[in-house]
Nanobody, 122 residues
Framework: QVQLVESGGGLVQPGGSLRLSCAVS????????MAWFRQAPGKFREFVAALNWSGRNKYYADAVRGRFSISRGNGENTVQLQMNSLKPEDAAVYYC???????????????WGQGTQVTVSS
């Protein structure tokens, strides 16, 4: 069984930074493509960022490009999301996902974390 565990959420003021981390554990036979999605209250889940198994190919949502950066962590199946210049509209539950191929579509990912809350408020 594969599990994803997120960490790093919290409360930050507008303009501040946070770093989210996600680790895949369990039956991991190969490197996964990994992604972050978010869902704010009353809104649909939306794509944030993704990288492929090697970490060399990356996708970003237009709303976060230039402010957020996705990267591999120290482990093969770990991923981090560095979020800078945070805005109130970035507040949401952020979910980590893992799959075979990099994609902007949530349906492409096989495994999901439980989510971590990011609150942006003064």
């Amino acid at each position: 069984q594969v599990q994803l565990v997120e960490s790093g959420g919290g409360l930050v003021q507008p303009g501040g930074s946070l770093r989210l981390s996600c680790a895949v554990s369990g039956r991991t036979n190969s490197a996964y493509a990994m992604a972050w999605f978010r869902q704010a209250p009353g809104k649909f889940r939306e794509f944030v960022a993704a990288l492929n198994w090697s970490g060399r190919n990356k996708y970003y949502a237009d709303a976060v490009r230039g402010r957020f950066s996705i990267s591999r962590g120290n482990g093969e199946n770990t991923v981090q999301l560095q979020m800078n210049s945070l805005k109130p509209e970035d507040a949401a539950v952020y979910y980590c996902a893992a799959g075979i191929d990099i994609s902007r579509s949530g349906s492409s990912y096989l495994y999901w974390g439980q989510g971590t809350q990011v609150t942006v408020s003064s």
